[in-house]
């Protein structure tokens, strides 16, 4: 048997695993785990944050944009409970994610010491899997069966290390078992329910698609059916870009992060195949639409929407075989007036992003950032008005990819996520996008980008303002107190800490600033850049309600809806007025 340090053989455990990379802050109660890293650090690397939290979101943000699980580590006290808001992000989300915590050492634990607390049951909730070891040769054992848990249940593990015993001699070899991610066993198709649905699709007159995270791995099948049955689809907006955004079939999501022609599509239908997703909202439908759910839980059958049909599959295997049917349908007036509302919706956002006569428009930072993003550009997108722009606009059409806080919503994720990607990624172009209130939460972390020299573009949409919150203040009648923020000089701050800022406050200044970014990143630059963008503070489309149908709202209600947010009847018809139109 080998001798080494239980610390050393945690990391062996972590490397075997193909953990690359952790994030954390040491402290007295890890020191000795993390000097197993260091002995181990020709291929695991401790990268040190600023904040645990920061290591925490970062570690979600890994597991989101990769499939593998991530590492972050805290000490006993204040370092674990940090590290508590990137785990529930990370459990709400169903992903894997290894929290290595620190604990006073087994000598002075239940002594009232200093920082000591019990930390086990603060982890039982957001943790699946959570033990505190109780000798040194069980560490590498347990830190084993955390990470197959995590993977299991796509969900959390919590090991908790007394610090004496990570730094005890063992006797270690490693394991003989394979370090396999746990795959589900698929449910079996039944090919007469996948026959029946072919059917339901051909006789419906509305019918869409709508597809979800459980469809991520299947999108040319998405793409397949959804041309085949001439299917107008929308996805939930953390699956967006399992369709490509740029399909004209594709309508975007519904919702507050969503499209006008999504929700006017959705609900016009009178027959929804829902894909992959536990869609919350779907129970806001419209009562009288056939509700198909296809989903690999079975848990998740029904749980938001009393469902007509249900089939226990597998999304890639349903739509696979759902396509081999050989079933089509004709492009019917239903599909081309969705589609024309698509194309009415992005002509009205490019009108929003050329005008700053009044002030930088967020929608005109949108389009900049699409056209200089590469085809294989990594997204880490905050919480808040930013993800509304972000999910409407950028590109997710090739191999673009994001990662965002979708269940937990939690601000402050765009700039962890943007540091994880460039480190899960480092040849491929990253952003984070983020508000001035969520980016102000975390930029100090802009210091671990510097250090661990990671060119991350980091866009700060700055309009003074909780503007998220502000919306759900008007919609409430309510005062707008307790949202404005203070303004800074984010560029300036970028500048100061080592990295590169650029401020724009108008289109032409935009224009400039994304020249030079592209010559920096031609350059091989190594620093991240902040792009500190003054924009106007306007409250943006809220296309959860869409009340512009005269077939459906009052006159006033219809007019209201126009002018708070302009959309005009001349280029922003009702879908019931194009539908009308491609019928005759």
Same mark, same amino acid.
Request: no cysteine.
């Given at each position: ?100 915590? !620190?604990? %006073? ?8 010491? +200093? ?5 086990? =049951? ?26 197959? %848990? ?65 469809? &991520? ?20 907006? /953390? $699956? ?39 869609? /919350? ?9 056939? +509700? ?28 696979? &075989? ?6 089509? &349908? ?42 200089? $993003? ?20 950028? @590109? ?8 965002? %806080? ?9 700039? =962890?996520?943007?540091?994880? !990607?460039?480190?899960?990624? /480092? ?6 996008? %983020? ?8 930029? @100090? ?34 005062? @707008? ?19 590169? !800022? ?25 620093? @991240? ?15 959860? +309600?869409? /009340? ?33 139109? +491609?019928?005759?």
């Amino acid at each position: 048997m080998t001798k080494m340090t239980a610390g050393q053989a945690l990391a062996k455990v972590l490397e075997r695993w193909d953990i690359d990379h952790l994030y954390g802050i040491t402290a007295d109660s890890i020191n000795n785990t993390v000097d197993g890293l260091y002995q181990e650090r020709k291929q695991l690397n401790y990268i040190q944050v600023r904040h645990e939290e920061v290591g925490a979101l970062a570690a979600a943000a890994d597991a989101k944009l990769t499939g593998k699980i991530g590492v972050s580590f805290g000490s006993a006290g204040p370092g674990a409970v940090h590290l508590l808001n990137g785990l529930y992000d990370a459990k709400m989300d169903h992903v894997p994610v290894l929290a290595l915590v !620190g604990q %006073s050492a087994t000598g002075i634990m239940n002594t009232n010491f +200093f920082q000591e607390m019990n930390q086990d =049951p603060v982890f039982a909730d957001v943790a699946e899997f959570h033990k505190q070891v109780t000798n040194a040769d069980q560490i590498p054992y347990v830190v084993d069966e955390a990470i197959r %848990s995590a993977y299991a249940s796509r969900s959390v593990s919590v090991v908790i290390l007394p610090d004496d015993l990570s730094g005890q001699t063992i006797d270690f070899d490693g394991f003989k078992t394979a370090p396999l991610a746990v795959v589900p066993q698929k449910p079996t198709l039944d090919e007469a329910a996948v026959e029946a649905v072919a059917t339901e699709l051909k006789t419906a007159k509305h019918p869409i698609m709508w597809v979800g995270q459980g469809a &991520r791995k299947a999108q040319a099948a998405v793409v397949k059916v959804a041309e085949q049955f001439n299917l107008p689809t929308l996805s939930t907006a /953390p $699956a967006t870009g399992v369709m490509p955004t740029d399909h004209p079939l594709f309508m975007g999501s519904r919702g507050r992060l969503g499209t006008k022609a999504a929700f006017e599509v959705s609900q016009a239908a009178d027959l929804v195949l829902f894909v992959g997703t536990n869609y /919350p909202f779907a129970r806001f439908l419209p009562g009288n639409i056939k +509700f198909i759910q296809v989903n690999n839980n079975l848990a998740d059958l029904g749980k938001q929407r009393d469902a007509d049909t249900t089939i226990l599959a597998d999304a890639a295997d349903f739509l696979t &075989r759902l396509a081999a049917t050989g079933v089509t &349908r004709d492009a019917t007036p239903f599909v081309r007036a969705a589609k024309q509302d698509k194309l009415n919706w992005l002509t009205w956002l490019g009108n929003l992003a050329a005008d700053d006569h009044d002030g930088l428009a967020a929608e005109g930072v949108m389009a900049a950032i699409k056209a200089a $993003a590469t085809s294989d550009a990594v997204f880490g997108l905050d919480v808040g008005n930013n993800t509304e722009w972000s999910i409407r606009q950028l @590109p997710f059409d090739h191999a673009q990819r994001f990662a965002m %806080s979708a269940w937990y919503g939690t601000m402050g994720f765009g700039l =962890p996520a943007g540091l994880a !990607g460039k480190l899960s990624y /480092p040849d491929k172009q990253v952003w984070s996008i %983020s508000g001035d209130g969520g980016f102000a939460m975390v930029m @100090p972390d802009l210091l671990t980008e510097v250090k661990y020299q990671l060119p991350v573009i980091n866009v700060v949409l700055e309009n003074k303002a909780l503007g998220y919150i502000g919306h759900e203040k008007i919609t409430a009648g309510q005062a @707008p107190y307790g949202i404005d923020l203070v303004g800074a000089d984010w560029a300036g701050m970028a500048d100061n800490m080592g990295g590169i !800022g650029f401020k724009v406050t108008n289109l032409a200044e935009l224009k400039t600033a994304m020249t030079k970014i592209e010559a920096l990143q031609a350059a091989g630059n190594t620093k @991240p850049i902040v792009l500190d963008a003054k924009i106007k503070n306007v409250d943006p489309i809220d296309t959860s +309600f869409v /009340p512009v149908d005269p077939d459906q709202f009052d006159a006033k209600t219809i007019a209201t809806y126009r002018k708070q947010y302009a959309v005009d009847e001349a280029t922003q018809p009702a879908f019931s007025t194009l539908l009308k139109q +491609f019928e005759n």
